[in-house]
């Protein structure tokens, strides 16, 4: 059964690496356990949502550099 939550009063919060104007992704905050992500370009499009735990454990590995070392022109 798909999770269906009522994103449409969530407040979204733009990459600062968007401001570059590449191809980024925005968070929502304030979701007890939950956070919500969407496409930057897509900001009516669906949203992914990751449990809190697990985006606070994929965010450590990227800037751990788990996935390999970021470059100027792979985030925009």
Not at 31 to 59: C, N, Q, Y
């Amino acid at each position: 059964m798909a999770d269906r939550r009522d994103l449409s009063g969530a407040s979204w919060v733009k990459s600062t690496y968007s401001q570059q104007g590449g191809n980024c992704l925005e968070i929502a905050r304030g979701f007890r356990e939950l956070m919500p992500v969407r496409d930057s370009k897509d900001p009516h499009g669906p949203a992914l949502i990751f449990p809190a735990e697990a985006w606070v454990s994929f965010v450590a590995a990227v800037r751990s550099g788990e996935f390999g070392e970021l470059r100027e022109d792979d985030h925009g």
